[in-house]
């Protein structure tokens, strides 16, 4: 079994023992159940990493003795934005562990016309979801944290994205025939889903301004964490493949 990852910023001095905040040191002892000696590996969210070996302080205290220095971890994140209309919030805390998982360089969280989650909530929310990415990075091992931007409107979002990447917008309105994505190895993309209303006729008019593509994920209606899921893998699969 490899070792658990600890979310915890440095500094990380070599041989010294470093003090877990009481939160982490709960989940250490009483969900991990990590033991006196067991190892673990530390993690900055900016893609280092550093070894050590974890120390009960009592009943409720913990901390890591750090026995390797911090270095860079290999690279799992492709270069890939998604541009999502807030969901529900359960929904939302799934589509943050997957992006996780499935290597999400950036997330825009967009406050829609058909948004049921308002922006007061949302600013209410980023603590919590800060806080979900932290775990599912951990507990995928991703060394170089998901990026998660504050919500903001669909023109403040798209005003502010890169230039250059290939942009595609998935419309339930599309017409289901296959189209090819367009994406090739090495691709920067970013890909926009709608929320569980759909995005509004004005919302595809500012997408096709902004030069995204239109593309269909089929015939069938998908919930929102079902085409996050399915945008991605795709999206990593084809900048990923080889020629």
């Known amino acids: 079994m490899s070792a658990p990852n600890l979310y915890l910023p440095p500094p990380w001095p070599t041989g010294h023992l470093v003090p877990l905040p009481p939160e982490k040191a709960h989940h250490a002892l009483h969900v991990l159940r990590l033991a006196a000696g067991d190892a673990v590996r530390l993690q900055d969210g900016r893609g280092h990493v550093a070894t050590g070996v974890f120390e009960p302080v009592g009943k409720r205290d913990a901390a890591v003795r750090v026995t390797g220095g911090a270095v860079a971890a290999p690279d799992v994140v492709h270069p890939l934005e998604l541009l999502l209309a807030l969901p529900r919030h359960e929904t939302m805390d799934t589509v943050l562990r997957q992006a996780c998982e499935l290597g999400v360089a950036r997330l825009h969280p967009v406050i829609s016309a058909r948004s049921v989650v308002p922006a007061r909530v949302a ?35 798209l005003a502010a994205l890169p230039a250059g990447a290939r942009r595609l917008f998935f419309w339930e309105e599309a017409p289901p025939a296959h189209a090819p994505w367009g994406v090739t190895p090495g691709t920067p993309v970013v890909a926009a889903i709608g929320p569980e209303g759909g ?19 089929g015939g069938l ?8 899921a399915a945008v991605v893998a795709v999206s990593a699969h084809l900048q990923n493949v080889e020629s």
């Not at 979801?129 to 944290?145: D, P, T, Y």
């Not at 995005?199 to 994920?217: I, K």
């Not at 209606?221 to 996050?228: F, G, N, P, W, Y």
Request: hydrophobic fraction near 45%; include cysteine; proline fraction near 2%.
């Open 123 to 157: 600013r209410q929310k980023a603590g919590h979801w800060e806080k979900v990415v932290i775990a599912a990075c951990e507990q995928s091992g991703r060394a170089l944290h998901l990026s998660l931007l504050p919500a903001r409107s669909l023109d403040e979002t």
């Open 199 to 217: 995005w509004s006729e004005a919302e595809a008019a500012a997408f096709t301004a902004a030069g995204f593509d239109t593309r269909s994920l």
């Open 221 to 228: 209606i998908l919930r929102v964490d079902t085409a996050v």
